[in-house]
């Protein structure tokens, strides 16, 4: 199992791992784009980019050879303050 997420114009930005047990299973995606490739000899990246802008992404479950798409919405940021913050998705 996998999840993908596609930016608006359809590029893959993250891609998240899933567990191989069968039953009820969580992802959780920090709103962030992947993280630069690392390279020999520079400090690892924590995630911690910009958050990605409000709009309409694209999910996609891989499940074995089947996949789910669903839509999701970023409609706006919480907060003001300097530093990252979530956003809402409806």
């Known amino acids: ?3 993908r997420v596609l930016d608006p ?3 893959v930005i993250r891609e998240l791992p899933g567990k191989k047990s069968a039953g009820m299973n969580r992802i959780s ?3 962030r784009p992947a993280p630069p490739e690392e390279q020999s000899g520079q400090r690892r990246f924590f995630g911690r980019g910009s ?3 409000p709009g309409e992404y694209t999910v996609v479950l ?3 050879a089947k996949e789910l798409t669903q ?3 970023i409609s706006k940021r919480t907060g003001w303050a300097i530093g990252p913050f979530p956003s809402i998705i409806k």
């Open 1 to 3: 199992m996998a999840v």
């Open 9 to 11: 114009e359809g590029k």
């Open 29 to 31: 995606w920090n709103m």
């Open 51 to 53: 958050m990605v802008d």
């Open 62 to 64: 891989k499940i074995g």
């Open 71 to 73: 839509k999701a919405v």
